[in-house]
């Protein structure tokens, strides 16, 4: 966003920057998934009970759900020249500034359950 302009390529890159974070934390509930399993063959009684794994498959759909709306959102933006300035208030930076927000409450909600779970499983 250079002087005050709101250019489609700078939303094009922190789209990326997101899909890359969403997808190491889908990746990294998948890894807390198979170390339950692991725990509950090796340990059994230490596994995670079934709130926390219905806790963890919500969350797991909401980081789908949200990889999957910015996907949308890109290809929207596909048929726009990708240099063309728009302004603050353009339906497309509203959304972005809307999936900015969404995207940090679930960092932040992604960072406290995984550490609970780590605790948990004491991994």
Not at 40 to 56: A, C, F, H, Q
Request: net charge negative; with cysteine; hydrophobic share 35%.
């Amino acid at each position: 966003m250079k002087n005050g302009d709101v250019n489609l390529v700078d939303l094009d890159f922190e789209y990326k920057l997101w899909k890359n974070r969403l997808d190491c934390f889908v990746r990294e509930i998948k890894i807390i998934k198979d170390r339950n399993r692991e725990v509950s063959e090796t340990r059994p009684g230490k596994e995670l009970n079934d709130v926390e794994i219905m806790v963890l498959e919500e969350h797991e759909s909401q980081l789908v759900q949200l990889l999957n709306r910015i996907k949308v959102q890109e290809q929207e933006m596909q048929f726009y020249n990708k240099d063309f300035p728009v302004t603050h208030v353009h339906e497309y930076v509203l959304e972005h500034q809307k999936l900015r927000e969404k995207m940090g409450r679930l960092c932040s909600l992604h960072t406290e359950r995984i550490d609970d779970l780590i605790d948990e499983l004491g991994i």
